[in-house]
């Protein structure tokens, strides 16, 4: 290290290059969007590069100086051997220093192998032992936990990069694709989000809730209630809504990743479940109002910089045992319905506040 405490850069001269790890879901990778902008905004001379996803690309597109690369976990990057090739191929591309926001398995094998080419490596602390009290039936330890956004900063403080994510700047909203416009029309109404689904049901409005809230929303007239979703079950019972009710309409299916995020930029407000829609939105500002079942922004989920008045939760009297778990894969006896506890009437008052 250099007196600054910050990782020298190597022996050829070149900038400092950053490998970041954050593969898995889309939630998890569009939380790392404010850090990264916030680390190359107060280092410029910083080259990212991105182990994730391609399909993820576009989250990164307005960040100067990061790049992406697709970690083929299925094909050749998979297995012990495929690691050690993915391994060699991100030795090749220079790096200097790796920051592992995942901390899996497959992640730990590959800081063996970057050991063993002398790479500097640093992991994210995910708290578990703090998570766990968290969201144990007994003794419960009740508390705001760190968010996953300061995890992740800390990992770059490690390595000599100090982060303050209060200096994140919201970009500039995309352009609308020409195809948004064509699906969506002119933005003569308030656009409206809204993301009723989730990776697991636990963390889902029931169906004929959420109708309700539509119902209502979409009958005021000045309101555009733009559905998102993905798979065929979802796909259908969004299309549902969009030929029941007016002033709403479904892209499930309908728009490429990139195309949906230049609409979700642009839109008034959002409502999401705990998933990875609240996310996406978090990045460009827009108001976003979260519904929780047997998860609780306590775990350090919520959407960046989003106040907690906006996380609509069950009855935590009915159901103390809140949060039952980090992800919503826990579902104690009697908890199968925590969701019901929260009125519509809520949830579109909480949506009318905010647009």
């Not at 500097?120 to 956004?149: C, M, P, V, W, Y």
């Not at 990776?199 to 000045?222: F, T, W």
């Not at 506890?341 to 506040?353: F, R």
Request: charged share 25%; proline share 5%.
């Amino acid at each position: 290290m250099n007196s600054s405490g910050q990782v020298s850069a190597n022996n050829s001269g070149k900038l400092q290059h950053i490998l970041v790890i954050r593969l898995s879901a889309m939630g998890d990778v569009a939380m790392t969007v404010p850090v990264l902008s916030v680390l190359v905004h107060k280092y410029p001379e910083l080259t990212i590069t991105v182990l994730t996803k391609h399909f993820f690309t576009p989250l990164f597109s307005h960040l100067p100086n990061v790049r992406i690369y697709e970690a083929d976990l299925k094909g050749v990057h998979n297995g012990v051997l495929g690691l050690g090739t993915l391994a060699t191929e991100l030795r090749d591309e220079e790096i200097d220093a790796v920051a592992d926001l995942h901390d899996v398995l497959r992640t730990n094998v590959l800081r063996s192998l970057f050991y063993f080419y002398g790479i500097k490596f640093k992991q994210i602390d995910k708290g578990r032992a703090e998570k766990k009290a968290l969201t144990r039936d007994h003794n419960k330890e009740f508390r705001q936990l760190k968010s996953t956004h300061q995890r992740y900063a800390d990992v770059f403080e490690e390595l000599g990069f100090p982060l303050d994510l209060s200096e994140y700047s919201i970009p500039p909203k995309r352009k609308l694709l020409s195809k948004v416009h064509d699906l969506v029309g002119k933005q003569s109404q308030k656009w409206l989000g809204v993301a009723p689904f989730a990776q697991h049901q636990s963390k889902c409005y029931p169906v004929d809730l959420m109708e309700e809230v539509i119902a209502n929303l979409s009958s005021r007239g000045n309101i555009k209630i733009i559905l998102f979703g993905g798979g065929d079950t979802e796909k259908e019972q969004l299309e549902n809504w969009e030929h029941k009710f007016e002033n709403c309409i479904s892209v499930v299916g309908k728009l490429r990743f990139s195309e949906e995020l230049s609409l979700i930029s642009n839109l008034d407000g959002i409502l999401s479940m705990d998933s990875g829609n609240a996310h996406l939105a978090a990045i460009f500002g827009i108001p976003v109002i979260s519904m929780w079942g047997v998860t609780h922004p306590y775990t350090g989920f919520k959407a960046f910089n989003q106040p907690m008045e906006n996380c609509i939760l069950p009855d935590l009297d009915l159901y103390p045992k809140i949060p039952t778990s980090v992800y919503g894969n826990k579902v104690p006896e009697g908890y199968e319905e925590v969701m019901r506890s929260i009125p519509p009437e809520k949830v579109i008052q909480k949506v009318l506040e905010n647009l």
